[in-house]
């Protein structure tokens, strides 16, 4: 194994999902393609690389992979515990950080979490890493609009790379979220009303939320999906 994942892992005191070090042996968690360092130019230099052979959640909603040689690096929202412990590995654009959660480990797969940085809570948003990826590459195309197609012509060349991004991740997810991921993604857009208390609206997509909570409440199944607790001690 890397020098970078046995730090980690030493760092922790457990072992690293196999998927994620598969990901990392595989060049699949390299999104800067020059050793994890930002680069000032990456849209111009380094994403048209990327295009390629999509990695790991490229395109997610709202993620961004934490370079495996800068997790030490990241301050925990949550401080590590007898009852915690979380392994950073991705953030929102707002600085909430996605974990791998060791402490509901079930058959040696870790739950992914989401903690907020500004609120004393975290939610479980699937019970393993290849769910999470799938769920995420799901939940890409539940809402398509102007910053989706930002830097594409129309929404054809967005579904273009989408399709790569299905092709590169099938070596690691099940066959029947393989299947599922393609014929999702050659859905024709359409135009769904969305009806809140107070106000309606209207969004272009592939896949509603209604669509997609019923696909993962029939393909990840779990227990704990959806829970949210607090990772701090309740004050006095």
């Not at 005191?13 to 999104?31: I, N």
């Not at 797969?109 to 995420?136: C, G, N």
Request: with cysteine; hydrophobic share 40%; proline share 9%.
């Amino acid at each position: 194994m890397d020098s970078t994942l046995r730090a980690i892992e030493a760092h922790f005191q457990v072992p690293l999902p196999a998927l994620y070090v598969q990901l990392y042996q595989d060049g699949m968690l390299d999104w800067f393609l020059d050793g994890g360092i930002p680069n000032p130019n990456w849209y111009r230099d380094i994403y048209p690389r990327l295009r390629q052979r999509p990695p790991v959640l490229l395109y997610a909603p709202d993620f961004e992979l934490i370079a495996p040689e800068q997790v030490l690096e990241q301050d925990l929202i949550c401080e590590p515990s007898p009852d915690h412990l979380f392994i950073p590995f991705g953030t929102t654009g707002a600085g909430d950080l996605y974990c791998f959660y060791p402490t509901l480990a079930e058959n040696g797969q870790y739950p992914v979490t989401l903690t907020w940085h500004d609120e004393d809570k975290t939610e479980v948003l699937a019970p393993s890493l290849d769910a999470f990826i799938f769920r995420e590459m799901l939940a890409k195309v539940t809402a398509i609009d102007e910053y989706s197609l930002e830097g594409y012509s129309d929404f054809e060349a967005l579904r273009q790379d989408l399709l790569l991004a299905a092709d590169s991740i099938r070596p690691y997810l099940k066959p029947a979220w393989n299947n599922i991921l393609d014929t999702v993604y050659r859905l024709p857009l359409r135009t769904e009303t969305v009806v809140l208390p107070r106000t309606q609206y209207t969004i272009q997509c592939l896949l509603t939320e209604a669509e997609l909570q019923e696909i993962l409440a029939k393909e990840m199944p779990f227990t704990y999906a959806g829970h949210t607790f607090s990772c701090h001690p309740k004050q006095l």
